[in-house]
T-cell receptor
Framework: GENVEQHPSTLSVQEGDSAVIKCTYS??????FPWYKQELGKRPQLIID?????GEKKDQRIAVTLNKTAKHFSLHITETQPEDSAVYFC????????????FGSGTRLSIRP | SAVISQKPSRDICQRGTSLTIQCQVD?????MFWYRQQPGQSLTLIAT?????????ESGFVIDKFPISRPNLTFSTLTVSNMSPEDSSIYLC?????????????????FGEGSRLTVL
């Protein structure tokens, strides 16, 4: 089955700097890769996603890149702000299951003032 | 979008007892999912629940321990049976908002607030 690995597990950046979180997946047939943000004590919420027919997607300060050949995808946050502090999860949707989402282990991002 | 209500939000339970968690969605959905999130950990899929059929369980989860009901397109329950301290966790209900049956079409899972269980 699909396996998603995520790193780093923790990341601390200075406010205003960029943050990058990387994930790899094992199932070459996976076709959908969402990123979820979970603030402390809150539910996970989708922040951006990318499909396998696209190499990059951007939404304001957030961008995601996908390298299908290498089976890895990354989240980039630019001009980080205190409200970006949260746990971020990457995920993959394996082709074998239309609606199943397999999550990575999570990255705890802290923004230093 | 979808609005999901989960009950209870938290509970403290005794070892050996069972607890049922309810998940109510404000619209009809094809797929409902139950996840477990242990403290500081990722989200692990327990099972997928479709209306009118038995739930599909992931490796490591069995129906006797986590029986699931899905009586209609807006409601599901997850029971945690014969609980032990290792079952202390947050249990989250989630739905795929569309009716196509494919997350890659609709693009989003919506989550309930979670039910935090502590087993003593």
């Amino acid at each position: 089955g699909e396996n998603v690995e995520q790193h780093p597990s923790t990341l601390s950046v200075q406010e205003g700097d960029s943050a990058v979180i990387k994930c790899t997946y094992s199932d070459s047939a996976s076709n959908y890769f969402p990123w979820y943000k979970q603030e402390l004590g809150k539910r996970p919420q989708l922040i951006i996603d990318i499909r396998s027919n696209v190499g990059e997607k951007k939404d304001q300060r957030i961008a995601v890149t996908l390298n299908k050949t290498a089976k890895h995808f990354s989240l980039h946050i630019t001009e980080t702000q205190p409200e970006d502090s949260a746990v971020y999860f990457c995920a993959a949707n394996p082709w074998s299951s239309a609606s199943k989402i397999i999550f990575g282990s999570g990255t705890r991002l802290s923004i230093r003032p | 979008s979808a609005v999901i209500s989960q009950k209870p939000s938290r509970d403290i339970c005794q070892r050996g007892t069972s607890l049922t968690i309810q998940c109510q969605v404000d619209s009809q959905v094809t797929m409902m999912f139950w996840y477990r999130q242990q403290p500081g950990q990722s989200l692990t899929l327990i099972a997928t629940a479709n209306q009118g059929s038995e739930a599909t369980y992931e490796s490591g989860f069995v129906i006797d321990k986590f029986p699931i009901s899905r009586p209609n397109l807006t409601f599901s329950t997850l029971t945690v049976s014969n609980m032990s301290p290792e079952d202390s966790s947050i249990y989250l209900c989630s739905v795929e908002a569309g009716t196509s049956g494919s997350i890659s079409d609709t693009g989003e899972l919506f989550f309930g607030e979670g039910s935090r269980l502590t087993v003593l």
